[in-house]
Structures are given as C-alpha cells and as structure tokens.
C-alpha cells in the first residue's frame, strides 16, 4: 500500500536536523534541571558546533529561537546568558515525555492511555473546509502528534483517548469547533474490520522499517568520549524528536508482532546510555 506516512511536525514547526531544533534538543537535555545555570553565548555557539553546524548558522539558531519564544537573553557583565522561557519550557518537556513514551507497550504509559486498552478508540469526523487550508495543514499535524490515523476521508482514530483535552484544545484554537465532532466507542463489526482500519489508518510496515534503520544507524555509533557521547546523543535526538508523529503507538491488540516498541526502546537505552557523559561534556563547554 501506498505509505500514509506524512512530513513530520508540530506547532510551533521545527523542521527536523535544522539548528533550531538541535539547539532546542540541547535546552531540553542539558537546562531544564532547577539548578542548571543559563548558558552563555560562546557555550551554545561551542555546543553546536561539537555537531558540525557552523558559527554563523548557530548564531542564527539562537536568535530565531529567541524570536520564537523559546528562549530569552539575560545580560550578566560582559557575558549574555540564554534562559528557557514558560513556553519554551511546556513545549521542551512535552517533547520529552512524548519521546519517552515511545519504548512503552500501548497498554500503559505517562500520557494518559489506560492500563489496558480496552477496545474504545477516540474518534473524531469533520472535515476542514478548503479555503482554510493552512488550519488544515496545522489541525491535521497536531492530530498526527496525538496518535491519530486516517482510514477513509473524513475520519480519524486514536487508541490514545487520554489525548482527548489536547484535542479538544486544538479544536479551539483552530476553530473547528463547528466543523468537527468526537466520540468515544468501540468498533461495531460493520463494514471493515478493526484490522482494516488499522492497515488503512498506518502503513506499520513502513514504522517498524523507520526504527529498525534509526536502530542500525545508531547502534553502530562508536561513543568512547564525552564529546562523542554528545555528538551522538544530540544526533539521535534529531530523529527521535519527531517520530510521535508518525509513530500512533498503538496498543500491542493492535499491532501484534511489530518490532516498533522494542526498537524504540532500544532507541531509548542508546540515549540514557550517552546521555551522563554528554552532560559532562556540555559542563566542560560552559567554561571553554
């Protein structure tokens, strides 16, 4: 089947690899502990360029992510020191947790789906009217972020119904409120089968062949130094960073016999693995 996979992205967008981004994952790693002092300049400058992304492309990286709310300046002497914002912050942790969540089984995990996935899937209809197709375009991602598939015009599901306040918020801000519905319920036997809608909804041969590259790419990653460590942490942050919105993490009912759990997983050790010692480094390049 065609892939039904689409380009990854959230509000407020960071295109996935770009300097931003890489700054961002490197805020979210390294600064959102209470006692982590607010890096300098030359550290964020140093940091980005451990990774190959150069002086001035590093310098552009700050200044759009202090246009975008994510970060701002604090003047300390001579030096200029850069702080997570409220926003910066809510959008740094959420991206963690969803990331987190990836190596959990469906049944269970810190975002609100039930223990046991009890056949119910969050549903929602409507549709958004042509002439407002940038809404579209941003409606369409956030549901994509919260787990949600497509099987037929019109339609989308989600096994993850504790996401269901998200969306409520997306409608609004998006104001659909008049062009959408939701209900809960669970599949009648009518028509297609739950499987059905399943293939039709993710192509989950294309999501576990996504992981098990990310796995061999980054396994055969030799990390012995803490610059090494940081190199590859921030790399795989890059990648992980936008696989919630073209992984639905489906309970395993729904998916049985996939590889992506356990790939993400696997994913997730590589990163607390390196992570220690890339702190270590990011430390070192605070005062170098």
Do not use: I, K
């Given at each position: 089947m065609a892939s039904r996979l689409s380009p990854p992205g959230r509000?407020?967008?960071v295109q996935a690899g770009s300097a931003r981004a890489?700054?961002?994952?490197a805020f979210g790693e390294f600064t959102l502990d209470a006692a982590a002092q607010p890096p300098t300049t030359g550290a964020l400058l140093r940091t980005l360029g451990e990774v190959g992304i150069g002086h001035h492309a590093a310098r552009q990286a700050v200044t759009r992510c202090a246009q975008g709310g994510w970060i701002s300046g604090l003047r300390q002497g001579r030096q200029s020191r850069?702080?997570?914002t409220g926003a910066g912050r809510e959008l740094l942790s959420d991206g963690i947790?969803?990331?987190e969540a990836l190596g959990v089984d469906g049944r269970a995990d810190a975002v609100g789906r039930p223990a046991?996935?009890?056949?119910?899937?969050l549903v929602l209809v409507g549709s958004v009217p042509q002439d407002r197709r940038a809404v579209r375009e941003r409606f369409y991602r956030a549901?994509?972020?919260?787990?949600?598939?497509s099987p037929m015009p019109g339609l989308w599901l989600s096994a993850r119904r504790g996401r269901r306040s998200r969306i409520a918020e997306s409608v609004r801000r998006c104001g659909l409120e008049e062009s959408v519905t939701a209900f809960v319920g669970g599949?009648?036997?009518i028509g297609l089968s739950e499987e059905a809608l399943v293939e039709q909804a993710w192509d989950l041969d294309e999501i576990d062949a996504r992981y098990a590259q990310l796995v061999?790419?980054?396994?055969?990653?030799s990390a012995a130094t803490a610059a090494d460590c940081l190199i590859a942490l921030l790399h795989l942050d890059q990648e992980l960073q936008f696989a919630p919105s073209w992984d639905p993490q489906l309970p395993t009912e729904l998916a049985p016999g996939r590889r992506a759990r356990a790939d993400a997983a696997r994913l997730l050790n590589l990163r607390a693995t390196w992570l220690p010692q890339a702190r270590d480094r990011w430390q070192s390049l605070q005062t170098s």
């Open positions: 509000l407020p967008s890489t700054l961002l994952n850069w702080a997570v947790e969803s990331v046991e996935w009890d056949g119910r899937w549901l994509r972020w919260n787990g949600f598939g599949c009648a036997e061999d790419r980054h396994s055969a990653v």
